[in-house]
């Protein structure tokens, strides 16, 4: 079965840089676009970045871009997000999560890693 | 950037009950590109349905989603006790985000 695992989360002061990673297993990883998506304390939800399955296409929100990075290792099935120059709004559980077929829907989430910004 | 408005905010139901959720977007959506989610406490959003009628893998049938262009709805047909969460639609195909999510409707007990 579809299995994604976040790890890297933490506290971490404003203007540091974290990274986060996600394990996937279960499917054949390199097939699948992958995303990342947060959720502030309390809030609703917020899609921060895409890959494509080769690396070849990347978007990100406004909010992240020129912060965040995503990228992939098809290899190690795994896929990342290099979080810099963080700030207190970037406060949340980060999800991992997959692209249906159709590339409009996240078909699997992983459990999502708490990433707090804090001094 | 395409706008997803979800209401009611708050839906107060019993077991057993029907519950209707809607979901409207500023602009026109393909439909191919119009999900649900729900998410319970705790837990990471769990896709319902996508392309705004088919049910997920695994979703019992009392979920069903309708709905083109701007207005899209989700129904609950016999509210079950596992069935009280927050529900969340999203769009994909705006441009800058491609992906927005609605604020979420809460589904509790009366």
């Known amino acids: 079965q579809v299995q994604l695992v976040e790890s890297g989360g933490g506290l971490v002061k404003p203007g540091r840089s974290l990274r986060l990673s996600c394990a996937a297993s279960g499917f054949t990883f390199s097939d699948n676009y992958m995303s990342w998506i947060r959720q502030a304390p309390g809030k609703g939800l917020e899609w921060v970045s895409f890959i494509s399955g080769s690396g070849s296409i990347i978007d990100y929100a406004d909010s992240v871009k020129g912060r965040f990075t995503i990228s992939r290792d098809n290899a190690k099935k795994s896929l990342y997000l290099q979080m810099n120059s963080l700030r207190a709004e970037d406060t949340a559980v980060y999800y991992c999560?997959?692209?249906?077929?159709?590339?409009?829907?996240?078909?699997?989430w992983g459990q999502g890693a708490l990433v707090t910004v804090s001094s | 950037e395409i706008v997803l408005t979800q209401s009611p905010g708050t839906l107060s139901l019993s077991p057993g009950e029907r519950a209707t959720l809607s979901c409207r977007a500023s602009?026109?959506?393909?439909?191919?590109?119009l999900a649900w989610y729900q998410q319970k406490p705790g837990q990471a959003p769990r896709l319902l349905i996508y392309?705004?009628?088919s049910r997920a893998t695994g979703i019992p049938d009392r979920f069903s989603g309708t709905g083109s262009g701007t207005d899209f709805t989700l129904t609950i047909t016999r509210l079950e006790p596992e069935d009280f969460a927050v529900y969340y639609c999203q769009q994909y195909g705006g441009s800058s985000p491609p992906f927005t999510f609605g604020p979420g409707t809460i589904v509790d007990v009366k």
């Open positions: 999560a997959r692209l249906g077929l159709a590339a409009g829907d996240f078909d699997h």
């Open positions: 392309g705004a009628s």
């Open positions: 602009q026109s959506v393909t439909s191919s590109y």
